[in-house]
């Protein structure tokens, strides 16, 4: 029945200046209102729906306003440097200093994801996650990428 995520939904208070950040991660444009832009995430898979709202303000929380993009490994690896390219910055989580990461490894057992943090111009949570593992066997505590090779090579 269900095949995947075709489409999720973020509100935003400036349509055009939102167009011209998604268009920076090289996201095609799909579909445009005056109020509303579409955005491929994998053509004919996945997409973001943009919406001009007052309600950009809605405070974040990890249940609303944030989206993860899958990545591959090496694009994680990049993925500060392909953000700052682009003059958009990567942010810290979990209390994690700046030279502790990112990427961060999410110990979601048995999971193992890679995972960088950036926001768009309305604050909207946006995330590059890579599988690691998808069997890890022993639990552990986050860490950063460096750390997971250190222990993985």
Request: hydrophobic share 40%; glycine share 4%.
């Amino acid at each position: 029945m269900i095949k995947g995520l075709y489409e999720a939904h973020l509100p935003v208070r400036d349509l055009k200046r939102s167009i011209e950040f998604y268009t920076s991660l090289e996201l095609e444009l799909a579909y445009e209102t005056p109020k509303l832009a579409f955005f491929w995430i994998v053509k004919g898979q996945s997409w973001v729906g943009l919406w001009e709202t007052d309600r950009a303000k809605t405070p974040y929380h990890p249940s609303l306003r944030h989206i993860a993009f899958h990545v591959d490994v090496e694009a994680i690896r990049n993925a500060m440097d392909w953000l700052a390219e682009r003059e958009i910055e990567g942010r810290t989580a979990f209390g994690f200093s700046p030279e502790e990461q990112p990427p961060l490894i999410l110990p979601n057992h048995p999971f193992a994801h890679a995972a960088v943090y950036f926001h768009d111009p309305d604050g909207n949570s946006l995330e590059f996650i890579a599988p690691l593992d998808l069997e890890v066997e022993d639990e552990f505590d986050m860490m950063s990428l460096a750390q997971w090779d250190q222990k993985h090579v």
